[in-house]
């Protein structure tokens, strides 16, 4: 756990989850895996002989809820900053491509999957913004859906966070800029 000591100097290991999204990944395979058994237990009724072909709705929710459960492995540890190492390990989904070529690349497409380390010491700029989505319900109702975002750039590309929580964002954010403040001095421009 991190912690501030009496010289205001921030040191340990700093871990800081979206329970929200790693709650609602546990969900959709909870859910997936209970339509799985449902569809299956219809064909097994019907006498139909175990098979992939014979089983297609239990099959695709199946690989849909394998495919939610490698994404929730990714988020499950949530956003570790190792500040006297000075790295950030992060769930994948928001590396930004490179070029035009990296939307061509399999690593690009199942980077939700994974988990990435980045230098705390190579971030030049941080950002904190938020995205609010409005749609309206069957009901007619304006539904309002807001994301708080933290991007990153640097000598490591481009990267952005999307959390839940405005509170879990500025966690992050804050743990940052005092990690760079305490190494390096400053960003390249003002972050108030």
């Not at 089983?55 to 988020?75: D, H, K, M, Q, V």
């Not at 190492?85 to 992060?90: A, C, N, P, T, V």
């Not at 749609?135 to 304006?142: A, F, L, R, V, Y």
Request: proline share 3%; glycine share 10%.
């Amino acid at each position: 756990m991190s912690r501030i000591n009496q010289g205001n100097q921030v040191e340990g290991v700093y871990k800081i989850v979206d329970a929200a999204s790693v709650a609602k990944g546990f969900f959709l395979i909870l859910v997936l895996g209970v339509i799985a058994y449902i569809l299956g237990q219809e064909a097994y009724k019907a006498g139909k002989p175990f098979s992939f072909g014979n089983y297609p709705g239990s099959t695709i929710c199946i690989i849909l809820a394998f495919l939610f459960f490698l994404e929730f492995r990714a988020n499950l540890k949530g956003y570790v900053g190792d500040v006297e190492r000075g790295i950030l390990e992060f769930p994948g989904g928001g590396l930004e491509p490179k070029s035009f070529f990296s939307y061509f690349s399999p690593f690009y497409w199942i980077q939700d999957f994974r988990r990435y380390e980045l230098s705390i010491h190579e971030i030049r700029q941080l950002d904190k913004s938020s995205h609010t989505t409005r749609s309206k319900g069957s009901d007619g109702e304006t539904k309002t859906s807001t994301s708080y975002l933290l991007s990153l750039d640097g000598k490591f590309g481009a990267v952005v966070f999307s959390f839940s929580s405005k509170a879990k964002r500025d966690e992050l954010y804050s743990l940052l800029v005092r990690t760079i403040q305490q190494y390096n001095g400053t960003l390249e421009n003002d972050f108030g």
